[in-house]
């Protein structure tokens, strides 16, 4: 078993910076891939970013590539996300599983979510 717990989001003005935290808990954090999704309002939830479990290798969305970084440490998985737009504002969530994936169906374990909202 997984436990994830999102924080970070918040309100941000365009071109502003957050950064998402995601903590986990459970022996088998270590061995996971995590992964980053959002979804707006009356929108399917969208992959953002995966990192192995290693963290050697990380994959992102066209949406957010060279504008958000993923990260992981012992116990967490951070989402450094840098020059947002008003198109960024939806509710992120983690994920963890054994293999990293663009289908939001394939990730076992999941974060509530954090709210982000970037206002123009």
């Known amino acids: 078993q997984v436990q994830l717990v999102e924080s970070g989001g918040g309100l941000v003005q365009a071109g502003g910076s957050l950064r998402l935290s995601c903590a986990a808990s459970?022996?088998?954090?270590?061995?996971?891939?995590m992964g980053w999704f959002r979804q707006a309002p009356g929108k399917e939830r969208e992959y953002i970013a995966a990192?192995?479990?290693?963290?050697?290798s990380a994959h992102y969305a066209d949406s957010v590539k060279g504008r958000f970084t993923i990260s992981r440490d012992k116990n967490t998985v951070y989402l450094q996300m840098n020059t947002l737009k008003p198109d960024d504002t939806a509710v992120y969530y983690c994920?963890?599983?054994?293999?990293?994936?663009?289908?939001?169906?394939?990730?076992?374990?999941w974060g509530q979510g954090t709210q982000v909202t970037v206002s123009s």
């Open positions: 990192i192995s479990w290693s963290g050697g």
């Open positions: 459970g022996r088998a954090f270590s061995s996971y891939a």
């Open positions: 994920a963890a599983a054994p293999k990293a994936s663009g289908v939001a169906g394939t990730w076992d374990y």
